[in-house]
């Protein structure tokens, strides 16, 4: 029977790892859909479509699916959704700030789906403004560590570029500038040999909430019942937890 046990809960990990590459290949394409219907499908031209597809060949994604999709997107076959970026704002518990982005072609559904979400799962819904305010939209690459990268490397390539600060976030580097210099800092990399992992604009907190133990498990569970939602692209929040409570959980 162990064996059987065995491939039973082997079974089970396969089809939540299937289920959430699905999911993430549902967001991917969304994202490229929506570049190539604001930029068109030429990425030499378009580099928000040039990044999409980048992070959707990263996440193993088929040249098929991406081709598809910047087909949909830039009008040069049928079945794109009409995507509406929407932004909703939150409180998790210990009082952290929550953005949510998603991009959905039914508003109504979306709010209904990302309110029952939160507030099943011990968050509360903030008025528009209430929260975007703790949070500055930055261009973020990341690079993986490794020993020919270091801290200086990165430095070096996209100081003159406009990065303001390279973090160190453990296992990778986290290059930080305005959203307009973007491109400018992740081709600066690409021009030195300097593989990066995703290149995305994001949402950073101006003020961080630290969590312990117990917080950060309520917050984690609420960002994934949120994340699972189909409408859901990205959740962004102002809380800071530490190597040591991370490596509790």
């Not at 059987?4 to 859909?33: M, P, Q, V, Y």
């Not at 490794?146 to 801290?151: K, L, R």
């Not at 961080?208 to 917080?215: H, M, Q």
Request: hydrophobic fraction near 40%; glycine fraction near 8%.
């Amino acid at each position: 029977m162990s064996g059987h046990s065995k491939w039973a809960t082997t079974k089970h990990k396969k089809a939540i790892i299937d289920s959430r590459r699905a999911k993430n290949f549902a967001k991917l394409i969304k994202g490229i859909e929506v570049a190539a219907r604001n930029g068109g499908a030429d990425i030499s031209g378009n580099p928000t479509l040039f990044d999409a597809i980048a992070k959707a060949k990263k996440s193993s994604m088929p040249a098929d699916n991406i081709d598809r999709a910047v087909k949909r997107g830039a009008g040069l076959e049928s079945g794109g959704a009409d995507w509406q970026t929407i932004m909703y704002e939150g409180y998790g518990p210990n009082g952290v700030a929550l953005l949510i982005e998603c991009l959905s072609d039914n508003r109504n559904r979306a709010a209904s789906e990302v309110r029952v979400a939160v507030t099943r799962n011990g968050g509360s819904m903030a008025d528009p403004g209430s929260v975007s305010y703790m949070f500055n939209r930055k261009g973020v690459v990341i690079v993986a560590k490794s020993e020919s990268i270091t801290e200086d490397k990165i430095l070096e390539q996209v100081l003159d570029v406009g990065a303001e600060e390279v973090n160190d976030l453990g296992e990778s580097f986290e290059v930080v500038s305005e959203p307009s210099d973007l491109v400018a800092v992740r081709t600066a990399l690409q021009n030195a040999g300097i593989d990066y992992e995703s290149a995305d604009t994001s949402f950073l907190p101006s003020v961080s909430v630290p969590l312990d133990a117990e917080g950060a498990t309520k917050v984690f569970a609420l960002i994934d019942a949120i994340e699972e939602l189909d409408d859901v692209q990205n959740v962004f929040g102002n809380f800071d937890v530490s190597d040591e409570v991370m490596a509790s959980l």
